[in-house]
């Protein structure tokens, strides 16, 4: 076998806390789908049979018994449950399925929405024999309005620095704007590899990563690192240009010698150590080969640890961890799914109704006379009555609205009620809210008073 | 020589303007006519007919090419006749060999000798002897009368003539006995060729799974006269077909598969390592089925990775000789012998092959040329060869005082590593491109140059642009040694390099200077074809000596090590 697919559905969308305080992140409904389906089906049209999928006990219970995900995904799903009150990060979870791991892993997240195509990212992975290869994709301005979202969007703060190199291909540099107290530096010696460095800024991580089973057993060893996006990623991509000595000397930068003891025996783990390194490495001096030209070092400056990317400029991929990235999924995921009508064949739709083809209507709805729907998406079994305006707006399941309503830009959660004639516009309406009648809200989150307390 | 030459010229004219016509065919498939077979070649005749200068050879390869159509479209026509005539003509056996008809069987066998071993041209020479009398005979009274005829039926004919070539020849064991089919990898512009491949490789499924191996699809407009051969596009790899955790086929496979389609491991010697690197982990990965044996089984199991290989990047010389060793290896495993058993000894032969035929050769090699490397020296090398590195640092080892000329040449600029590589080493380097070569030969005392494939008849197959060098050497009496071991010497015949060669990506010749691309658009301007060649063939008067581990031997010996390696195995 050649990749094992892991699948990272733990997550509790803490920052989307007013949608997923009742429903956990992989289950919020894009497109009339759990969210979880969309990663799972990329997965099946590459070709992967089975996937471990990390969640809790709760999301395990949902998975198995939500219809579309038992129809729709043929592979065989390992869960693996973490308890819901230890605060595990995504290396953590890995270094949990430690012994499940025999081979390279690709590692998912429950919120990527995208339709790459898979063998991009994996072919930099095998042709190069890299330690790690991931996914980036160019970040598009999230248009649509915010609701609950008071003032303007604050200017990005919290920015990736992702450096390149020349070919585009290979990760040099990566920090987060937080990390970089005064200002960004970058080594000499990275700089007298490669001379020609890009550093792009609006680059969306899709958290998308084939890792080598080395890097899996490294882990286990090194217990400080809790999270793979946020350590894990950017140690390696510093690592494939540190000195890498097999007795432990001081070395010359001065943020290295405090690691000096741990980065030396991790540093021999994560070489390449196969079997034939013999063969390997006569076939690779027999190559006239060399992935840069004008220095005098052979291919990749002899370093046996590479970290590579894949940017994606065109496509669809996004990460739904924000209420703006949803929304956005939501209005753009009709796309992806062409094969699929926007009307669910059970959905009882009255003829005198005004319907959008750029909406989405779940199963076993009700939609009675006189209602406009436009570019929205309605969940299932959801009742909407008579003379009732939707537009741009998501609404979940089990949801009941009346008469006379209007809704506009929302998003309303399942098992809501919305009152005879309310008016909502940009309003985030919790689950199992009831909105009384003939109410009048703009730009508002209602959630439940038990919410309100967790903060 | 000269007789047949005047005799057929009557042919020439007529026949010119047909072969024009299926030239696009791409037919030189035919012009193999002095592809001599080893065993002749032993006997020195070659050495008569290679000498020949550039018109009569053209001249000849018209005039048997023509003769190999006829020969076709006779044959069609006269299959009922001759089963009757064969009876009669059994008699006329030993009579028949006549001194002109010496010509006839090259052309007759030319087709056959393209993958055929010399030993079966000798068992075989009876039965070409009693059709080449009824050629002759008949073909005289017919000729004037097809003539005419031949006029106007000429574009069907060609047509014809052209599937019919393509096809095997119906049927073999009366008429040629050793022709075989053309391989499929020249026979691009078939259809129907085509359309076998895909149905061999949809055959070919591994025995576990019954998905297919995907069939790569050419890419972009392809120049006439290679229009027989694959033409692929590096961004379109064969993965994209594949699943990505490849169950299909062994992941080993399927990494080396895509390192060759990029060009990452590149060079003859690199490329067989390689293979036998990742066929090493197939077999430590392989588990007989039950009621199956591992000799035959494994070697079926490593026949659909191999047309895979194949698409990726077709196979080289040296590669196709390590394949043969392996699968005889594996054959040769006794039944009785355990799994282990078995898999460690395999894996204990391909390490003894690597060994011996790459590193000990290397030596050995090494050794023997820096006997010819003398102190004062101009040595020009062309490309990246292994070989030629390991000698030259070996050389500079040794004390010897000398400075290289490496010459380079687009698109590929295999130079620029060769260059560092020797600059590395210590050893004093003058880079220039290939358009300035006769300018610097004039300092140049000798030439080494790598080769990719020696061939049954004395030819060099190495890197395009060798042959250039070889003949610009050979006009400065320069002396030009090749170096190669002999696990890349090859049993096919070639004098030309159009039959078979290699087309790389055509996008590669683009150049983009200062943002500005004049080339992005190319496959809308419907007179514009371009043409990425890797290898050429160099005739071996230009060579003067091919250093092998085996000593130093002139171009021609290549058969007769050829029949001593397969007498010992």
Not at chain 1, 30 to 43: A, E, K, M, T
Not at chain 1, 363 to 376: E, F, G, Q, V, W
Not at chain 2, 256 to 273: D, E, F, K, P, W
Request: charged share 25%; with cysteine; proline share 4%.
């Amino acid at each position: 076998m050649e990749l094992q697919a892991v699948m990272m559905a733990a997550g509790g969308g803490s920052r989307m806390t007013d949608l997923t305080y009742n429903t956990p992140k992989a289950m919020l409904p894009v497109g009339n789908r759990p969210l979880i389906w969309y990663p799972l089906n990329l997965l099946e049209r590459v070709g992967f049979e089975e996937v471990i999928v990390i969640t809790t006990k709760e999301v395990q219970k949902m998975m198995s018994t939500d219809l579309k995900l038992k129809m729709d995904v043929k592979m065989k799903l390992d869960f693996v449950c973490i308890p819901e009150d230890e605060d595990m990060g995504t290396a953590d979870a890995l270094r949990h399925i430690q012994p499940k791991i025999k081979t390279d892993i690709l590692v998912l997240s429950c919120d990527v929405i995208t339709d790459v195509a898979l063998h991009e990212v994996v072919d930099l992975f095998r042709a190069h024999d890299a330690t790690l290869a991931m996914l980036m994709s160019k970040a598009h301005e999230f248009t649509e309005t915010v609701p609950g979202q008071k003032g303007k969007k604050k200017a990005a703060e919290q920015r990736d620095f992702v450096g390149v190199d020349q070919s585009g291909k290979r990760v040099l540099f990566m920090a987060n704007e937080v990390d970089l107290e005064d200002g960004l530096s970058i080594r000499k010696s990275i700089l007298n590899k490669h001379p020609r460095m890009l550093i792009k800024t609006g680059l969306v991580d899709a958290h998308l990563y084939c890792m080598k089973k080395a890097v899996v057993d490294f882990l286990t060893d090194n217990k400080s690192i809790s999270s793979v996006r946020g350590e894990l990623v950017p140690y390696l991509v510093r690592k494939q240009f540190s000195k890498a000595r097999s007795s432990p000397k001081p070395k010359d930068d001065t943020d290295e010698q405090s690691q000096t003891k741990s980065d030396n025996s991790p540093n021999n783990e994560l070489l390449i150590s196969s079997r034939d390194d013999r063969l390997l490495q006569l076939a690779q001096e027999r190559s006239c080969w060399n992935d840069h030209h004008g220095d005098m070092s052979e291919a990749y400056h002899g370093g046996k640890l590479r970290c590579y990317v894949h940017i994606m400029d065109q496509g669809l991929c996004y990460r739904v961890n924000t209420i703006a990235a949803y929304i956005e999924a939501n209005r753009l995921v009709p796309k992806l799914l062409f094969e699929e009508p926007a009307v669910h064949p059970s959905a009882v739709i009255s003829e005198r109704c005004q319907m959008g083809s750029d909406s989405m209507i779940g199963a076993l709805c009700h939609i009675a006379d006189k209602t406009s729907i436009k570019r929205s998406t309605i969940g299932s079994s959801t009742t909407v009555k008579e003379k009732v305006r939707v537009t741009n707006s998501i609404i979940m399941h089990g949801v009941t609205v009346e008469e006379g309503c209007n809704i506009q830009g929302s998003v309303i959660c399942s098992n809501a009620v919305i009152g005879r004639g309310s008016d909502l516009k940009y309003c985030l309406v919790g689950c199992g809210q009831r909105i009384e009648d003939a109410a009048e809200r703009t730009n508002e989150v209602i959630v439940g008073t038990d919410q309100l307390m967790e903060i | 020589m000269r007789l047949h030459f005047c005799k057929d010229q009557l042919l020439l004219t007529r026949l010119q303007s047909e072969t024009r016509e299926s030239a696009s065919r791409g037919r030189n498939t035919f012009c193999v006519p002095l592809a001599l077979t080893g065993s002749e070649a032993a006997s020195g005749m070659m050495a008569d007919k290679v000498e020949t200068d550039e018109s009569d050879k053209k001249a000849e390869i018209e005039r048997s090419k023509s003769e190999g159509k006829e020969l076709t479209k006779e044959e069609k026509q006269r299959l009922r006749k001759e089963k009757k005539q064969q009876k009669k003509n059994k008699e006329k056996k030993d009579d028949a060999t006549k001194p002109d008809g010496s010509s006839v069987p090259p052309s007759q066998k030319a087709p056959s000798s393209v993958p055929a071993a010399g030993a079966d041209a000798t068992a075989t020479s009876d039965k070409a002897v009693k059709s080449k009398v009824e050629l002759k005979a008949e073909r005289r009274p017919r000729h004037d009368s097809d003539r005419s005829s031949k006029q106007g039926k000429k574009r069907e004919s060609s047509q014809q003539q052209a599937a019919s070539a393509a096809k095997p020849k119906v049927p073999p064991s009366e008429l040629q006995p050793v022709v075989k089919r053309l391989p499929e990898h020249v026979q691009v512009d078939d259809p129907d060729v085509v359309k076998k491949l895909a149905k061999k490789l949809e055959r070919q499924q591994t025995p576990a799974h019954a998905e297919k191996i995907p069939l790569r699809s050419d890419y972009g407009y392809k120049v006439s006269l290679f229009s027989h051969l694959h033409q692929y596009s590096r961004k379109a790899p064969l993965t994209q077909q594949v699943g990505i955790p490849s169950s299909v086929i062994h992941p080993a496979i399927v990494r080396l598969g895509l390192q060759y389609s990029q060009g990452i491991v590149a060079g003859s010697n690199a490329r067989s390592v390689a293979l036998l690197h990742a066929f090493k982990q197939v077999i430590r990965d392989y588990t007989t089925p039950p009621n199956e044996e591992l000799a035959r089984d494994l070697v079926n199991r490593l026949k659909p990775y191999i047309s895979f290989l194949n698409q990726c990047r077709p196979l080289s010389a040296s590669m196709g000789n390590a394949i043969k060793y392996i699968k005889k290896e594996i054959s040769n495993i006794p039944n009785h012998c355990k799994e282990d058993e078995a898999k460690s000894k395999l894996l204990n032969c391909i390490d003894c092959y690597i060994d011996e035929k790459i590193v000990l050769a290397a030596k050995a090699v090494a050794e023997i040329a820096i006997g010819k490397i003398s102190d004062g020296d101009v040595i020009l090398v062309y490309g990246c060869s292994s070989l030629v590195n390991h000698i030259l640092y070996e050389a500079f080892n040794m004390g010897r005082k000398f400075r290289v000329i490496v010459v380079d040449s687009r698109p590929r600029l295999e130079g620029r590593e060769a260059l560092r590589r020797l600059v590395q080493h210590g050893i004093s380097c003058t880079y220039i491109l290939i358009s300035v070569v006769s300018y610097i030969l004039p300092e140049v005392s000798k030439v080494l140059v790598g080769a990719h494939a020696l061939l049954a008849n004395g030819y060099m197959m190495s890197r395009v642009g060798t042959s250039q060098i070889a003949l610009v050497a050979k006009a400065f009496n320069v002396p030009v040694l090749v170096c190669c071991e002999t696990y890349k010497f090859c049993e096919r015949v070639q004098t030309d390099s159009f039959v078979s060669n290699e087309l790389d990506d055509p996008d590669n010749l683009i150049v983009t200077r200062k943002g500005k691309t004049q080339l992005a658009h190319w496959q809308e301007v419907r007179s514009l074809g371009l043409l990425n060649l890797v290898y050429d063939v160099t005739p071996p008067d230009f060579v003067d000596a091919v250093i092998t581990e085996l000593g130093m031997i002139p171009c021609t010996s290549v058969p007769v090590v050829l029949r001593v390696k397969s007498v010992d195995q």
